[in-house]
Nanobody, 120 residues
Framework: QVRLVESGGGLVQAGGSLRLSCAASTSTFTINVMGWYRQAPGKQREFIATISSGGSTNYADSVKGRVTVSRDNAKNTVYLQMNSLKPEDTAVYYC??????????????WGQGTQVTVSS
């Protein structure tokens, strides 16, 4: 069993910053790639960033240069630092984690989401 708990969302003015956190708790699986996605009202969920357990990162072009993904493997926690926020960044932000056990891939899991609202 795996549980992902996001935190750090809230209301911020345009140009401001937020730092999201996602803590994974599991005694069964190994956490592999962790990432962030978001879903705005009426839109599909979209990719923001991922980070491997070794620290390799990938970013969506739409946020590159404004966000930084990082992780603390000892805490199974991934972070998303977001700067220069825009109203169009308003969305529910979801954490995702890839799971493995005994060298076998076991799919991925999602957190419950945290709301980020950017006011103009």
């Amino acid at each position: 069993q795996v549980r992902l708990v996001e935190s750090g969302g809230g209301l911020v003015q345009a140009g401001g910053s937020l730092r999201l956190s996602c803590a994974a708790s599991t005694s069964t699986f190994t956490i592999n790639v962790m990432g962030w996605y978001r879903q705005a009202p009426g839109k599909q969920r979209e990719f923001i960033a991922t980070i491997s357990s070794g620290g390799s990162t990938n970013y969506a072009d739409s946020v590159k240069g404004r966000v930084t993904v990082s992780r603390d493997n000892a805490k199974n926690t991934v972070y998303l630092q977001m700067n220069s926020l825009k109203p169009e960044d308003t969305a529910v932000y979801y954490c995702n984690a890839g799971l493995s056990r005994g060298g076998s891939y076991y799919g991925d899991t999602w957190g419950q989401g945290t709301q980020v609202t950017v006011s103009s």
